[in-house]
DNA sequence: GCTCCTATGTTGACATTGTTCACATGAGAT
DNA sequence: ATCTCATGTGAACAATGTCAACATAGGAGC
């Protein structure tokens, strides 16, 4: 009652309560009532401006989403791809974004990919973490850097391979320690021989 | 009232109970309340064998890492490690049972490897999927199948990445038909070059 | 400047859920 | 036959998601 929200900020107040609370206690743990007492509002004002509890909540992923891609872009940005160890290093930088982010933000990470958020097919249009991945193979495949015959569906391998160890990191399968291994095991996969640096990425 | 669970079959009763609503509506949904009026039987007796509700749900989520296990089992059972042919024949096999499982039991796996059943550190005499793999990948070794120098932290990298691709299946971030696609750019990065079959699996 | 409409927030209520505590009861040991 | 402990019951509580009826503020149109 002290602060109305009569000025639309109402939606964008609660996707930031609900993503501090994700934070903290993870997603399964949050409440649209509690949210909604800690901004000083009314349980159901929520419905005004989200079908559901979900739906908030699918706004808390998006957010995970794209605090991933910013992370990635971050690396992106640090390594221009003009030369083949900056190849490498872009590489291997955006595997450990990744990881990173998974390790920081676990119920995020959670959340974000989790099954509120239907992660939806990539669009081919997309410009989000699977793109980055995509040209960051493109740059290595150009720099003649992968082993030969690997490139087609290495996407989709090296998807596959990053986000399971995220995953498995997330649920404490993994120690945080094996970060490195997985890193050097993914590098002498996919580089030609000779072409493996002592320290991958940074 | 009708028939009394004195007998101490209550506590299977339930499990198989929460694991069939699981397999329906993920275990999100279901509630201890109904597996108990399903059972004809109070709410709070499901409180004489489990501490909480996610203590049932671990159960079940136990349930779920066994029936992967037999899966996995079965495939080693049907090809005998004494030939090369048969030991391509394991390692990609195990990955297809990994990934039919997702596909087949999404919510039961969702469960088996979500953060409710937090999955310990495998044990050094594990005698799971994890150790499945791991004799695999040495048969792979024995028979010399395996590019030179990427054996090690090889297990780590197989898992995440079949992990990771059935949780993309999962998701629904990427369809049934790449699964073929994703096994077959496994075989290319870590079988010798010319041993390639042109069916990988079965 | 007045009026009306729509977006936004409130009140109160309902069904459902997990959980607990005091109590009943039945089966097996003594 | 009795005692005891494991097991199931009943009633209750607090919390939650959700909804419908209602209030109100602030801008659009005259």
């Given at each position: 009652m002290s602060r109305n929200y009569h000025h639309g900020a109402l939606a964008e107040?609660?996707?930031?309560?609900?993503?501090?609370?994700?934070?903290?206690?993870?997603?399964?743990?949050?409440?649209?009532?509690?949210?909604?007492?800690t901004l000083e509002v009314s349980p159901s004002s929520a419905y005004n401006h989200f079908a559901d509890k979900d739906d908030l909540l699918r706004a808390v992923g998006a957010c995970g989403l794209a605090a991933l891609d910013e992370r990635m872009a971050r690396v992106l940005a640090a390594h221009p791809a003009d030369n083949p160890d900056a190849a490498r290093a872009r590489f291997s930088g955006l595997g450990r974004a990744y990881l990173a982010f998974a390790i920081d933000e676990t119920h995020l990470f959670q959340l974000t990919f989790g099954p509120i958020c239907a992660v939806q097919e990539i669009p081919p249009e997309d410009t989000g973490?699977?793109?980055?991945?995509t040209t960051a193979l493109d740059d290595l495949d150009r720099w003649q850097l992968l082993k030969p015959g690997i490139r087609s569906d290495l996407d989709l391998m090296v998807w596959a391979s990053t986000h399971g160890m995220a995953t498995l990191l997330v649920e404490g399968a993994v120690p945080p320690e094996s970060v490195d291994a997985f890193i050097d095991s993914m590098a002498r996969l996919v580089f030609i021989e000779g072409a493996l640096s002592a320290a991958e990425g940074r």
């Open positions: 107040a609660m996707v930031d309560q609900a993503l501090a609370d994700v934070r903290v206690q993870g997603a399964e743990h949050v409440s649209l009532r509690s949210i909604a007492q973490p699977y793109n980055k991945l």
